[in-house]
């Protein structure tokens, strides 16, 4: 560590010699008060040195960059909202011209004694798709102001541009500006000019829903992954531009999405097994109309539930899969070479998930999340063997590795639509695996299973999974996180971390019995930090940490440090939307709560207080009325956060006909109650929200009046 003196007003100042060796000289800043505050990583600063000269010298300048910009440079912005799918695809790295920016410090190999070579990088992370960065100024060399003769700068990754341009010594020193340009209209977009003007913060809206409660003509009385297609039209014509799913694991006959068996593999109820029948039918020309016919048929019986028969939903799934499998055959389906490659690639995680599902099934009364995997009568060690080609198990082994494939083709598709509109998708990250997990019996040292993990209170709860073993995970650089966010990073642009208290300390409770303690006791600061700055290196998805209820003061400057966006429930705080911090979620409600109007009227005393303080005077209205609901929606739109991410139920209730009949229904989850979780369905079809312009244009206008979605 360097340090550096202040020099005048915020300017500070220092020196190093770096030897040529080096190459790429990679670093970052830090104020070091009562605390070290680093500044936001996201987008690495680097110097390269190769090809100066001994003694050269190079002066830099940087500012210092706060958590606000950095977070927009996640790929929840730089691959859907800003980059509209585009990003990824058209980086400019690709281009041979950047990586002579990269490497030579004079243009064309070339050196002039009387110039500089300067070289400018503009981190400009809100950027809309198609726009380009460029930059002018005095010198001749830069076209002295012309639009002509401006310089275009590369990208070259993480929303970091560079341009470099050799300057007679005589020109020193000289103005520029940055210029953003249409690149297909061909015309000045944005300027950087020197003169006043209000640059609002970037700030924009979503819409939660679980993908289970999704539905549209095709779904199977279930939401399935290929509907958040649909989901995401609806949030083009309605002005969003995020879709927040809950967990879509594995979790076997467990209704509830955070009762994974693995956090790798998704879930086999949300496949559609149309989508399946069709990508044989048309890559191998198998006749596939007696399946297609069984599936249409499952979604006639099947779509028309108002409520998800989980367990009935779950086995005709499981059946059809095995049909299309059947009709389609064992060698042909092996004869898929883009089938095979994902295995391959796969293989780390999948093979031992297969292996587990099969013993899973041996394992009868032992194997639901209450029990110890690694009590079973087969360790890990033998999951080559369970898998084995010339096993007695492999087809049931293939039957895994097919039903996974056709789940990662379908949900990478519907992200990729999403993304293409400019709709981000946000998933949920559990804070825990069940003991009995396909993660506990490959690494059970990664976990604590001597002990429970819960929360304190009378009474004290037990959540049933282990907790994890921090130490144990440093121990090689968190491997486990990284492969898992790195495989979650295939489909979502940001995720939501569940408990995000659990990653300071978390409440462990021995198994054998007794009470309880906070693990650990003290340094939350830096177990904080370790923690989740072992993930959020892990990929460069947007992070929103759930931090409700009782939070320890250490937890809030820990998450603002790192650029990870806290949550706000209006009626869980002050209530003041206007006052929120800039890296915040704010939310009218959450799936683990009642929706606003059912809030409402549940809950007379507090709703009253709520009214009167925020909404009006009089007598307060009983319902509510839609205008209430309204209301509260455009608190949320017009708050200081970045993100507004409201459940649907609470959109539609914005319109008296767009509600449900019953608010009752429309509850998802009920903490501490196994009656009636997990069985919602949203009671419009997604065709029938995507055609009723009326109400997306009154959700659009209020999103607009609020700025948000205003890319500058």
């Keep these: 560590m360097i340090s550096i003196e202040r020099k005048e007003g915020e300017k500070w100042e220092g020196t190093v010699q770096v030897p040529l060796t080096e190459g790429v000289v990679k670093y970052h800043y830090v104020v070091l008060a009562k605390t070290h505050r680093y500044e936001a990583r996201i987008a690495d600063r680097s110097i390269n040195v190769q090809g100066l000269p001994d003694g050269a010298k190079v002066y830099v300048q940087d500012s210092f960059r706060s958590p606000k910009p950095a977070t927009l440079a996640t790929s929840c912005f730089s691959r859907a909202v800003f980059g509209k799918g585009k990003t990824s695809k058209t980086l400019e790295t690709q281009n041979p011209e950047v990586e002579h920016a990269k490497i030579t410090w004079s243009p064309n190999g070339k050196s ?119 989901m995401a039209d609806w949030c083009v014509r309605s002005g969003l531009q995020l879709v927040q799913i809950l967990p879509i694991n594995d979790s076997g006959e467990d209704p509830s999405p955070y009762s994974a068996c693995s956090a790798f593999a998704l879930h086999p109820i949300y496949v559609q097994p149309k989508s399946v029948c069709s990508y044989y039918s048309s890559k191998f020309g198998v006749d596939m109309s007696g399946p297609l016919g069984w599936a249409q048929s499952l979604v006639d019986k099947l779509n028309g539930n108002w409520k998800i028969d989980y367990p009935k939903i779950l086995y005709e799934k499981k059946k059809i899969l095995d049909g299309i499998f059947d009709a389609v055959g064992k060698e042909k389906i092996l004869s898929d070479k883009d089938f095979t490659d994902w295995i391959e690639k796969n293989s780390k995680w999948l093979k031992v998930y297969a292996a587990f599902k099969v013993q899973m099934e041996k394992e009868k009364g032992f194997n639901n999340k209450w029990f110890d995997c690694t009590t079973w009568s087969k360790r890990v060690t033998e999951a080559e063997n369970i898998v084995n080609s010339n096993g007695p198990d492999y087809d049931h082994v293939v039957r895994v590795y097919f039903t996974q494939y056709h789940l990662h083709c379908q949900l990478k598709e519907a992200s990729e639509y999403a993304e293409g509109l400019g709709v981000a998708l946000k998933g949920d990250l559990p804070i825990g695996v069940t003991r009995c997990s396909q993660d506990v019996w490959a690494e059970p040292n990664l976990f604590k299973l001597d002990r429970n993990a819960g929360a304190p209170g009378d009474p004290e709860q037990n959540w049933g999974f282990p907790p994890y073993n921090w130490d144990q995970m440093h121990r090689d650089g968190c491997s486990w996180w ?79 440090e790192l650029g990870i966006l806290g949550l706000k429930i209006q009626r869980w705080c002050d209530g003041k939307t206007w006052d929120y911090g800039y890296l915040t979620v704010a939310a009218s409600s959450c799936h683990d709560c009642s929706p606003c109007r059912l809030w409402w009227n549940e809950n007379w005393g507090e709703a009253e207080r709520f009214y009167h303080e925020f909404i009006g005077q009089g007598n307060m209205p009983g319902g509510p009325p839609d205008w209430i609901s309204q209301k509260i929606i455009k608190m949320h739109a017009e708050s200081s956060a970045m993100w507004t991410i409201n459940p649907i139920q609470d959109y539609l209730d914005m319109w008296e006909n767009m509600r449900s009949q019953n608010p009752k229904s429309d509850m998802i989850n009920r903490p501490g109650s196994t009656d009636g979780c997990w069985i919602w369905r949203c009671h419009k079809r997604m065709e029938d929200l995507i055609d009723n312009s009326k109400f997306n244009d009154f959700v659009k206008n209020m999103l607009k009046g609020a700025k948000r979605g205003e890319v500058y």
């Design 112 to 230: 002039d004694s009387d110039g500089v070579t300067v070289r400018f990088a503009l981190f400009a992370p809100r950027m809309d798709a198609g726009h380009s960065v460029w930059v002018q100024g005095k010198p001749a060399a830069m076209g002295s102001f012309s639009d002509s003769s401006k310089i275009k700068m590369a990208n070259i990754g993480s929303q970091v541009f560079i341009a470099q341009v050799e300057v007679p010594r005589s020109e020193f020193p000289f103005e520029y500006k940055y210029v953003i340009v249409d690149s297909i209209l061909i015309g000045s977009v944005k300027q950087d000019e020197a003169f006043n003007y209000y640059n609002p913060v970037f700030k924009a809206a979503g819409v939660a829903i679980p993908v289970s409660g999704i539905k549209t003509r095709d779904s199977t009385g279930i939401g399935e992954f290929l509907d958040i297609k649909k």
């Design 482 to 560: 990284r492969r898992r966010l790195t495989h979650m990073e295939q489909y979502f642009h940001a995720y939501r971390i569940d408990h995000v208290l659990g990653f300071f300390r978390m409440w462990e409770i021995p198994k054998s019995g007794g009470g309880g303690r906070y693990e650990p006791n003290g340094g939350l600061r830096e177990n904080g930090l370790r923690n989740l700055r072992a993930i959020q290196t892990a990929s460069n998805m947007m992070i929103c940490g759930e931090d409700l209820g009782n939070v320890p003061p250490e937890v809030g400057p820990v998450l603002l």
